[in-house]
Nanobody, 121 residues
Framework: QVQLVESGGGLVQAGGSLRLSCTPS????????MGWFRQAPGKEREFVAG??????STVYAESVKGRFTISRDNAKVYLQMNSLKPEDTAVYYC????????????????WGKGTLVTVSS
């Protein structure tokens, strides 16, 4: 069993930066690939970034490539978000799954409850 808690969301102006954290609990965390997803009001949950169990392989959605960076250490998973745009406004979720299906929200084994990011223009 893995429990995930997201933090670091908030209100930021366009062009600004935020760093999200995902704190897992459970002894099997290190064996999971981890992903960040987001869901804007009235839209489906979409993939943002993923990282494999060791941290050496990462993947990104085209919409955030070059602006967002996913990383992990033994304790947490992070999402560094730079050059934020109003269209990045969403609830951001951390998920645990497998690297082969890390882009699929329906394939994640565990989810956090999310943290809200609001980018003002």
């Amino acid at each position: 069993q893995v429990q995930l808690v997201e933090s670091g969301g908030g209100l930021v102006q366009a062009g600004g930066s935020l760093r999200l954290s995902c704190t897992p609990s459970g002894r099997t965390f290190s064996s999971y690939a981890m992903g960040w997803f987001r869901q804007a009001p009235g839209k489906e949950r979409e993939f943002v970034a993923g990282i494999n169990w060791s941290g050496w392989s990462t993947v990104y959605a085209e919409s955030v490539k070059g602006r967002f960076t996913i990383s992990r250490d033994n304790a947490k998973v992070y999402l560094q978000m730079n050059s934020l745009k109003p269209e990045d406004t969403a609830v951001y979720y951390c998920g645990a799954g497998r690297i082969a299906t890390i882009r699929r929200s329906d394939a994640m084994d565990y989810w956090g409850k999310g943290t809200l990011v609001t980018v003002s223009s």
